[in-house]
């Protein structure tokens, strides 16, 4: 399957914003203030059970809020997520959240899409175990 051109942008351009916010501390609040303008694009966003939350939900926020529309692709209707925190520790999970997925992943046309978005946890590693 060949990408569009415009797929291969938008793919550069979310690794260039993640980039841009520092993985460190992305979703920690910061003075600086990024602008970007999404308006007409279509994001996908692909999880499976156990995702990283706060990467699904801090970039999705950003997303919209520069115009893109967002929409959560699961490998089931509810999927669970999980919350880290730093602690003495390190970073160690301390919640989880259900959401409910817009879609589901066999329902995809990718046709729709200017971006995916694949996000951490175990996400990937449970999306590939599953049979879509």
Known sequence: MKFPRVLK????LFFL???LVNAQTWWEKT??????????NNIL??????????????IKEYWEKWGAKV?????????????????????????RKEIKSDIL?????????????????K???NLLKTNL
């Not at 942008?9 to 550069?12: A, C, G, K, L, S």
């Not at 966003?45 to 801090?58: K, W």
């Open 9 to 12: 942008f938008f793919t550069v």
């Open 17 to 19: 914003l993640v980039t």
């Open 31 to 40: 003075d600086k203030e990024y602008k970007f303008d999404l308006n007409g």
């Open 45 to 58: 966003i692909i999880l499976g059970e156990d995702f990283d939350y706060h990467e699904v939900f801090v």
């Open 71 to 95: 929409v959560i692709a699961g490998s089931e209707e509810k999927l669970s997520g999980h919350l880290w925190n730093r602690t003495g520790k390190g970073w160690e999970i301390v919640d």
């Open 105 to 121: 992943i066999p329902e995809i046309n990718l046709k729709d899409y200017r971006c995916i978005f694949l996000p951490g946890g």
């Open 123 to 125: 996400s990937p590693e």
